[in-house]
């Protein structure tokens, strides 16, 4: 298969540019626009698997971009903003954008995005598997309660013993919140006696296993004051 | 022009009400005055109005008495010559002719046969019906015609029914010849009256008389009547246009209640006992009528005063008068003074009353009833006083409950001093110091949010630019073949960007905050539970340092409503402070404590440092404990604590004492839904070391 074609659009070139280095040096085919237009230009006239869209832009600024994208492609689009308000992710996600991220970024964690969506966009249909029946499943999280294995994207995950046993009841009923109390019990089996801190632990290093960016978690969540989810997507 | 038109129209209409009510009283006096005759009399004076004179009793009477005399004359039964006679005065007025056919006397002015005919007509029986037919010469209306048996009168074109009781000849001379069964057939009389009665210049003619008299009787029913009609229109015309009468009603209160309320009281009783007096010696007199009228004027007048001007009516008078005069020196004095000056004033009028009242008793029981009225002035006076007191007091209750309501921030207001107040000069005031401070305080909340939206946008732009220096130092970090010192400049950078990002997310999220725009996803949370989440989740920072934390937390659930994830960022700094800023190998005390509806949170360390500084001035933004931007972080932890501490409706108070450095937070805690968890917790240090 062909090299995978990105494009970068950002009205500030220097940004272009540094994120294009990064994509060439992962070996993708890059392209670059500095408005909203010549983006869907490009789009046009070139395969390309993947966009990195800037919100404002002159000429037909991002969100506009993503929709008149979306009315033809399905394509992965990134958003790149300096908007960081919950409200303005809320609106780009809602407009079609798949993922969204904030200005200023981590290099590396964007080149993790950037790959985590073409995987998901390239081996679409299939879902590596998950849809066969008693697999637990959660965006790109699939548990296999048989095997005791837990896959993202279809790669396998390596997990402790005892995270495992959180990871099942976290996948069992994603979306609802499980006051460490409650994991500890269900997961140790003994009496839970101060346990926030062991249950912490746990999480947070099943976090650093499953989340490109463990500060912003996009599955495993700490409900302040309440417990712990899988947010259910 | 125009307005003067208006005022002479209400003018000329109160004109008319009060022609339109003197007429009236006057009429009702006559009417009332002349009710007995007129009831009595009601018949005749139909008669003259409809200008029948020959309908009226002293007509009815003057033929029936002259009837009487030719019947006597003519029957021999008394000695009438003279009286007959005296028919002569009468002249062409009076025609007459009187016959008795078994004496064969005759008498009378006119020819028997030129006024009488003969009249047959054949009834239906067959029996041939004859009678006397009187056929009235030219110029004559009446005539009154007895055939023997009976008496046939004709007045103008109809004939009278003299039979009939309600004819008016039943209670004259004729009564006895309108029995039946009285009859005298040989004797013929016809009396016949002229249409116009005229004078006679040879003789006095009664008939003539009655005309002349019912002439004058029937001028003054037509003018009174006529009078009658003009006075109900203009009493029409002032009803109508009552709004104009009611004008000069208004002017004529305007004028009277000028007067004093005493002078009103004298003047209607001297206006009573003047009339009395009046009507006492002579009787109702034309002059009396007149008085009567004036001084029904009068107490008009005092009645629309009292309407226009109700209490005043009263209020007018010469206490207030005085009183009046004395507020006016009294208001160029200062309140204060002006209170005192009051009360003495008030205490000397009474006593000078009080000595009046008193000379007035001691000096004989003839002048004992003069102190009346200053004993009513005296009460007068105190009722005054008491009044306004009441008024100044409410007045400054008013003022006082502003300035509460001030205090507490409500600066609109219904309330309001009228002008005329001894306190509006201090309501004034209060209200522009009021002005002043809101004013103030709507800059200073404009200049803030002016502030927190140049704050937004310069992060904003900040990012920009730091994205590519982030970037830029990235790449240069996977540059081969730098050399060793290179690399370390390459790592500063990053660091430094690093932190950049920080400060400007932390400005950006501090400036939401403040600017009161933040979106809040307030839920039921346990506050005790967020503070172990947050210590588990800094549990690798807190084992780091060599601080010992000791918590302690209640056994069961703490519920407040918040933010978790901002409440979350408050313990988070709190605890980054205390870790950053605690003296080496001391303890950090953490604690909650529930009760009385509140939750408070207590971080306690000792600082590293001399806190020289005010506990406010460290929560300002930038304000860093030790003064010195040296080491990493924003300086905005306290700043941003404080912020979504207090948006999420909690308290958050910092207070330093010598090295210790406290933080208290307070929130109001809610109901406790949910079963106290059953697990028992121990107070134990955080580190498990």
Known sequence: MDKPGILVVDDDREIVKAISINLENEDYRVYRAYDGLSALDILENNSIQLILLDIMMPRLDGLSATMKIREEKNIPIIILSAKSEDSDKILGLSMGADDYVTKPFNPMELMARVKAQLRRYMTLGDMNGCEKKGLLRTGDLCYNPETRTLTLMGEPIRLTPTETKIVELLMRYPGRVFSAEEIYERVWEEPAFHVENTVMVHIRRIREKIEINPREPKYLKVVWGIGYKMEKI | ?689
Not at chain 2, 292 to 303: D, K, N, V
Not at chain 2, 566 to 595: C, D, E, H, P, W
Not at chain 2, 596 to 604: F, N, T
């Open chain 2, 1 to 689: 022009m125009g307005t003067k038109w208006k005022k002479s129209r209400a003018f000329l209409v109160w004109l008319c009400f009060f022609l339109g009510v003197n007429i009236f009283l006057g009429l009702a006096a006559v009417a009332i005055s002349c009710a007995e005759v007129i009831v009595n009399h009601f018949g005749d004076v139909m008669a003259i109005i409809r200008w029948d004179v020959k309908d009226t009793s002293r007509f009815k009477e003057d033929i029936s008495e002259r009837f009487e005399y030719l019947m006597r004359y003519i029957s021999d039964t008394g000695y009438m010559d003279k009286y007959v006679f005296s028919f002569s005065d009468e002249g062409e007025n009076l025609l007459y002719f009187a016959e008795n056919l078994n004496t064969g006397k005759t008498i009378g002015n006119v020819e028997k046969d030129s006024v009488i005919t003969q009249e047959s007509v054949t009834g239906p029986d067959g029996v041939l019906q004859t009678w006397d037919k009187v056929i009235l010469p030219e110029g004559y209306d009446y005539y009154l015609y007895y055939n023997g048996s009976t008496i046939t009168v004709q007045n103008g074109k109809h004939t009278v029914d003299v039979y009939n009781e309600r004819s008016g000849y039943g209670n004259t001379w004729l009564r006895g010849y309108l029995k039946k069964g009285e009859k005298h057939p040989e004797i013929r009389i016809l009396l016949m009256v002229k249409k116009d009665i005229v004078k006679n210049w040879s003789g006095v003619s009664s008939l003539y008389m009655i005309w002349q008299n019912a002439r004058e009787y029937r001028m003054i029913c037509f003018v009174f009547l006529g009078l009658a009609a003009l006075d109900l229109a203009l009493l029409l015309i002032a009803g109508l246009k009552r709004q104009s009468k009611r004008e000069i009603d208004r002017a004529l209160a305007r004028l009277s209640g000028r007067l004093w309320f005493e002078v009103k009281a004298v003047a209607s009783l001297l206006v009573l006992l003047f009339v009395y007096q009046t009507v006492e010696t002579s009787g109702f007199s034309v002059a009396a009528c007149i008085l009567i009228l004036c001084s029904i004027w009068w107490f008009y007048i005092m009645l629309v005063d009292l309407l226009a001007n109700r209490k005043q009516f009263f209020t007018h008078n010469s206490v207030t008068w005085l009183v009046g005069i004395y507020r006016r020196y009294e208001s160029r004095k200062p309140f204060q003074k002006a209170l005192l000056w009051r009360i003495y004033a008030l205490v000397g009028a009474e006593i000078i009353l009080v000595f009046i009242v008193f000379i007035l008793c001691a000096s004989g029981l003839r002048t004992a009833p003069y102190a009346i009225p200053f004993v009513l002035g005296g009460i007068y006076l105190l009722y005054l006083y008491m009044r306004h007191y009441r008024k100044t007091v409410n007045e400054l209750g008013t003022i006082v409950d502003r300035i509460e309501d001030m205090k507490n921030g409500k600066y609109e207001t219904h309330a309001s001093l009228p002008p005329e107040s001894d306190l509006s000069r201090a309501w004034e005031n209060l209200e522009l110091i009021q002005d002043g401070i809101q004013k103030a305080v709507e800059e200073k909340l404009r200049s803030e949010r002016m502030k927190m939206e140049l704050i937004t946008n310069v992060s904003h732009d900040l990012k920009t630019p730091l994205t590519s220096i982030i970037s830029y130092a990235d790449l240069l970090a996977k540059e081969e073949g730098l050399p060793d010192t290179a690399r370390d400049y390459v790592q500063i950078l990053s660091k430094k960007a690093d932190r950049l990002k920080t400060l400007i997310q932390d400005l950006f999220e501090l400036s939401r905050a403040a600017s009161g725009d933040m979106v809040l996803d307030m839920k039921k949370i346990d506050l005790v539970k967020l503070i172990e989440q947050t210590m588990a989740d800094m549990n690798e920072q807190i084992e780091e340092s060599d601080l010992v934390f000791r918590v302690k937390l209640p056994d069961s659930p703490v519920y407040i409503m918040g933010d978790g994830r901002r409440l979350y960022r408050v313990f988070q700094n709190l605890i980054t402070n205390a870790l950053k800023y605690s003296m080496k190998s001391s303890r950090v005390y953490i604690s909650l404590t529930a009760g009385d509806g509140r939750a408070v949170a207590e971080i306690k360390n000792i600082a590293n440092y001399e806190m020289d500084f005010d506990a406010d001035e460290i929560v300002e933004r930038f304000a860093r404990g030790d003064k010195a931007r040296s080491t990493e972080g924003s300086g905005l932890g306290l700043a941003i604590a404080r912020s979504f501490t207090n948006a999420c409706g909690g308290k958050f108070d910092v207070s330093i004492d010598g090295d210790l450095f406290k933080v208290t937070l307070t929130f109001r805690m809610v109901e406790n839904a949910e079963e106290a968890s059953d697990s028992v917790r121990q107070s134990a240090p955080a580190e498990e070391a």
